[in-house]
């Protein structure tokens, strides 16, 4: 935990010095409130500065303009819906809203502080309104992406708990921290391919830290998994404020976070949605062949399978989960950052946002295996986005992750994958 503290020390002023630009906010929200409103407006690549936008609702009303590099904010009160207006007679000659873009639009709050929105600009682009089986594909699309980035968290946490029969609330930090340290490196001027490397090095060597300094001695002190469970909410916390207190609250944004959809028949994705599933995919597929064809591979499950017995036929367990460890802190980094696009946003809280949904693919796969924390996560990730095409609002969709974790948990304990065991 101290090497992670001091590698925030260390990048602590670069995060202030890049946090998105405070535009002049109207008289309405010079108040700084604990929930925001923001985005970044773009034509063509290029900033709009000066533009005017307003949101409204709950009994609030403030507005900004956008500052120098098109980023604006406002800070509102409570969560909830607001309507959001950009003021069209501000905008720069020459530059107009798409057309069919909704403005005003109504915005709602989802599980997160920060809310980002985003205005379409240009000639001869126009926002269209999608069949239902348009609409349909693209959701299955989404949801197979937004499953795979799921897994690759899911596939971590499930190898940990598999070696050391611990449930770790405090994965959901070391997905934030690949976003963050990513995010604060290529801010302060760093090659995007070596912030993104030092990145999932972070998560790694969170995974590492807490293995060899916490995990560790409390497993040969022999303390039991519930108050090592404990212990790990704990450790959330303290990692989540710590990231907060030196990140700060506000929603940034990695590099190349906002493309132009590209279309695939029907189905329309954008660029980063596309290669977060394919990155997923050829990852979670090397996993599985290292489980299946390689003598670590073969170890780790034996030591999921039995401790005992696989110490007996001469593993070395520690190394074992210590290399669990440092690969599901590396597992969880990547995720955090493909999290980070699919959102679009970074936020000190993104770990904490996706706990739950990560908890509820492991819990439909199986507890402990491998395969069936990623078949749960694909199916966790559909199930989600396909709720908002039939009717379910957006600031509700993520309550089907609870209702699955529950219904399995009522009628097939041991999910799809696992194995039913002797109780008692």
């Known amino acids: 935990m101290g090497v992670i503290v001091a590698l925030f020390l260390a990048l602590a002023p670069a995060a202030e010095a890049t946090t998105s630009p405070s535009p002049s906010p109207s008289s309405s929200s010079q108040q700084q409130f604990p929930n925001t409103i923001s985005g970044f407006l773009r034509n063509s690549g290029q900033p709009l500065s000066g533009v005017k936008i307003t949101a409204k609702g709950n009994g609030f009303e403030g507005s900004t303009t956008s500052s120098s590099s098109g980023a604006w904010s406002i800070s509102v009160p409570t969560q909830g819906s607001y309507q959001v207006t950009l003021d069209e007679s501000t905008l720069p000659s020459g530059v107009k809203l798409a057309d069919g ?58 190898l940990i708990f598999g070696t050391t029969g611990l449930t770790n609330f405090a994965h959901g930090e070391m997905v934030t921290l690949g976003a963050v340290i990513a995010f604060s490196l290529s801010a302060n001027g760093v090659p995007y391919w070596l912030a993104l490397i030092a990145g999932l090095l972070s998560g790694a060597v969170f995974g590492y830290v807490q293995d060899a300094f916490l995990w560790k001695p409390l497993r040969r002190r022999g303390t039991g998994l519930v108050p090592m469970m404990i212990v790990s909410i704990g450790l959330a916390l ?19 976070a906002q ?75 990547l995720g955090g950052i493909l999290w980070a696009y699919y959102r679009p946003g970074v936020t000190f809280n993104m770990g904490q946002q ?43 969709k993520y309550v089907g992750a609870l209702v699955i974790m529950i219904l399995v948990l009522l009628f097939r304990p041991q999910g799809i994958l696992g194995r039913r065991e002797r109780v008692g």
């Open 238 to 256: 303290a990692a989540r404020y710590v990231i907060l207190f030196f990140f700060g609250g506000a929603t940034q944004q990695l590099p190349g």
């Open 259 to 333: 493309t132009e959809d590209i279309d695939l028949g029907i189905v329309s994705v954008s660029p980063n949605n596309l290669m977060s599933l394919l990155i997923s995919a050829v990852v979670i597929a090397l996993i599985g062949i290292v489980l299946l064809r390689t003598r670590l591979g073969k170890a780790t499950r034996a030591v999921a399978d039995n401790p005992a017995l696989a110490a007996a036929s001469g593993i070395d367990v520690d190394r074992v989960i210590r290399i669990v460890w440092v690969t599901g802190g590396l597992l969880a980094a």
């Open 354 to 396: 996706i706990l739950l949904m990560i908890f509820a693919g492991v819990t439909l796969g199986g507890l402990g295996t491998v395969f069936g924390a990623l078949v749960g996560s694909i199916v966790v990730g559909i199930f989600v986005e396909l709720t908002t095409v039939f009717g379910l609002t957006s600031d509700l």
């Open 101 to 158: 873009q909704e403005n005003p639009r109504t915005v709602t709050f989802n599980q997160t502080s920060n809310l980002s929105t985003i205005f379409a600009f240009g000639a001869g682009i126009t926002v269209h309104q999608v069949s239902f089986f348009a609409t349909l594909a693209n959701r299955l699309v989404a949801g197979l992406s937004f499953g795979l980035l799921l897994a690759l968290s899911a596939v971590g946490l499930s």
